[in-house]
């Protein structure tokens, strides 16, 4: 007998966790004195046996690793187990897998509470003969019927999660790629930002080069009539060098050293344009200058083509004269356009009433303003 004996107190298997076996020790009714009769029930309920019997009446919670021992109690009158217990266990069992959850609630019952580890453990652990053999077997079906689905669960959750991780990589690069179609985007506007100004540009320029053909339409127009005219100007100077188109007129002799007037006997002229004949006219009747100091040199003379006084010595063939003179005249030379130095002579100032085939060498010039000066034979004699 040991002291626990002697003060009449029982010790009680609560189970085990994983810090090991749990044992609480309470007085029973029958010793405490408070139970009338010999009942087990006592009827102050501040006697610890009531509070024992207020612990035994708890569902203690069974751990996943729990063993068939710790789903029993051992109460005094019943050392093995109470026969609604194992009713109890069946309940909660069925109950957890109706529910097909983790936990399950039994109300008034020794194990209403119990993890569906700890139930199937329990079914595992049940006796496999007795008037409830089928209904083990099928709580053992059930439970193995369970065991695969849980398998398959955790099958199909590891998929599941090997999915989301490609889904989420996916996203990953899915943003990353739209973060750089972004930042190409953000290039390429600014790109056609720059573009832009170019664009305008170049519609600016072709603009201009529009009305640049449309302006050299018109200069090639002008440039056509102006060649026109040159073309027009350089036939009229050749009728001119040829002396075609233009009749001088014999002039009379100079008079005496005191000048007089270069008289122009043209009974019957002919001109090509009247102001050409009315300038030939007034040059050959200008009063001659006292001197022949007027006369400049035939190297300065212009040579353009614009009309001039020259003084010409003749020096062979000024026939009907014998002799040769000085005599003044009209002419142009047309070096600048036409490249031949050469003077032409409109018409000769002499006292024949025709033109002649005379040679002669230009040795002065004068313009038609001031008049032309005396000729240096001035003083000859009248014929």
């Excluded at 329990?122 to 065991?147: F, H, S």
């Excluded at 056609?192 to 009305?211: G, Q, Y």
């Excluded at 005249?329 to 036409?338: A, H, S």
Aim: aromatic share 4%; net charge negative; hydrophobic share 35%.
């Amino acid at each position: 007998m040991t002291v626990e004996d002697d003060m009449n107190r029982v010790t009680e298997r609560m189970g085990s966790n994983r810090y090991g076996k749990v044992e609480r020790t309470y007085p029973t009714p029958d010793t405490c004195g408070h139970s009338p009769d010999g009942l087990n029930t006592c009827v102050d309920h501040d006697c610890p046996c009531a509070k024992g019997q207020r612990e035994r009446d708890k569902a203690p919670m069974v751990e996943a690793d729990a063993d068939p021992v710790a789903l029993q109690m051992v109460y005094p009158h019943q050392p093995e187990e109470r026969p609604d217990d194992l009713v109890s266990r069946k309940a909660a069992i069925l109950a957890v897998c109706a529910e097909r959850s983790g936990m399950a609630h039994i109300a008034g019952m020794p194990y209403g509470t119990v993890t569906l580890e700890a139930a199937c453990d329990a079914i595992r652990a049940l006796p496999t003969a007795g008037q409830d053999k089928a209904e083990v077997d099928g709580l053992r079906a059930e439970v193995e019927r369970l065991t695969i689905s849980e398998d398959v669960s955790r099958a199909s959750i590891d998929t599941l999660k090997h999915t989301y991780n490609q889904l989420f990589e996916a996203m990953q690069a899915e943003q990353a790629d739209h973060k750089k179609t972004a930042t190409e985007r953000d290039a390429l506007r600014a790109e056609v930002e720059e573009i832009a100004p170019l664009e305008e540009a170049l519609r600016t320029t072709r603009r201009e080069h529009r009305a640049a053909m449309a302006d050299a339409d018109t200069l090639r127009a002008e440039v056509a009539a102006l060649r026109a005219q040159v073309e027009a100007m350089r036939e009229a100077l050749v009728v001119i060098a040829d002396g075609r188109g233009v009749c001088g007129c014999c002039g009379a002799r100079a008079v005496g050293p005191n000048g007089g007037v270069l008289q122009c006997d043209c009974p019957d002229p002919v001109w090509d344009h009247q102001d050409s004949e009315a300038i030939a006219r007034a040059a050959l009747s200008t009063p001659a200058a006292a001197s022949p100091q007027g006369w400049m040199p035939i190297d300065t003379a212009p040579k353009d083509g614009r009309m001039v006084f020259l003084l010409v010595d003749y020096t062979d063939g000024a026939a009907p004269l014998d002799d040769a003179e000085i005599a003044a005249t009209i002419g142009f030379n047309c070096l600048d356009d036409t490249g031949e130095d050469e003077w032409h002579l409109v018409g000769w100032n002499w006292s024949q009433d025709c033109f002649t085939d005379g040679q002669g060498t230009v040795i002065g010039w004068t313009d038609f303003s001031p008049p032309a000066p005396a000729l240096p034979n001035a003083d000859k004699e009248d014929v």
